[in-house]
């Protein structure tokens, strides 16, 4: 079974960048898209960006396209979002999550989540 492990959160400026990192250990890891989610709170789970099993394709929501990128390595069994421009209203716990088939913007449809990585946007 895939665990997932998110790293690289922390306190950024308004107009900084962070790059997150999702390192899998304990499955075949290229089986699977990831996603990336944010929870804020008292706010629901919302879609951030997904990438396919081989890093071919690559999908966002309008909040984040052209401020976030999200990319993959297998050989190191990562996936990385890196986020620039960021705002304090992109202040959230960001997920990643893994998904063998289903709805890639559907929080439900996903197998295996990590534990989360807390993002802050604050002067």
């Known amino acids: 079974q895939v665990q997932l492990v998110e790293s690289g959160g922390g306190l950024v400026q308004p107009g900084g960048s962070l790059t997150l990192s999702c390192a899998a250990s304990?499955?075949?890891?290229?089986?699977?898209?990831v996603g990336w989610f944010r929870q804020a709170p008292g706010k629901a789970r919302e879609f951030i960006s997904a990438?396919?099993?081989?890093?071919?394709?690559?999908h966002y929501p309008d909040s984040a396209k052209g401020r976030f990128t999200i990319s993959r390595d297998n050989a190191k069994n990562t996936v990385y979002l890196q986020m620039n421009s960021l705002k304090p209203e992109d202040t959230a716990v960001y997920y990643c999550?893994?998904?063998?088939?289903?709805?890639?913007?559907?929080?439900?449809?996903?197998?295996?989540w990590g534990q989360g990585t807390q993002v802050t946007v604050s002067s």
């Open positions: 304990g499955g075949t890891f290229s089986n699977y898209a």
């Open positions: 999550a893994a998904l063998r088939r289903g709805d890639f913007d559907v929080p439900d449809e996903y197998d295996i």
């Open positions: 990438i396919s099993w081989s890093g071919a394709a690559a």
